[in-house]
């Protein structure tokens, strides 16, 4: 019997939900994803988050379904004050590889659980350093396709893992789903393998 909704269509926020032990069903919560002007890249990551649980409860209520927990999830790459989002295209995508190229950057991981209680919000912070890109090191990865899809233009679980000289923080997290804070805003609510 599903004990919780997850509000993604991620499959690697599916995947790593997977390991806590509860069991749970996928629900579509589409939203705007635009920052507001000068809109903090913490406050932003923070608010798409409770945004698409807000949606995905919304969606429990029209059609009818139990009203289980709703988590979700949203992570930003941010280098400097700026948020490097999901490339738009190969050029986006190059570009943002290059800013990243022998820097050092933070990712941002909101969490998002709506209960009938409200909300309950956490944020996990990492910093990822890359090592020093060529210009045909970043053409490869990009022609690859696997940046096409993620924040700041990789994924630390597959090809891009290998650009990453150093993190500090979760490597879940990096990946958009922070297992230990999920695992803790789970057994609040005693849910997963934390619960117990």
Known sequence: MTQLYLASGSPRRKELLAQTGVIFERI?????ETPLPNENPRDYVIRMAVEKAESGWRHLLQMGLALKPVLASDTSVVLGDEILGKPLDAADATAMLKKLSGSTHEV?????????????????????????????????????????????????????GLFVAHLDGSYTGVMGLPLYETAQLLAKQGLGFMAA
């Open 108 to 160: 941002l991981t909101s969490l998002a659980l709506r209960t009938e209680g409200g909300v309950e919000t956490m944020l996990n912070v990492s910093r990822v350093t890359f090592a020093a890109l060529t210009d045909a090191q970043i053409a490869a990865y990009v022609a690859s396709g696997e940046p096409m899809d993620k924040a700041g233009a990789y994924g630390i679980q597959g090809v891009g």
């Open 28 to 32: 579509a919560a589409p939203i705007d």
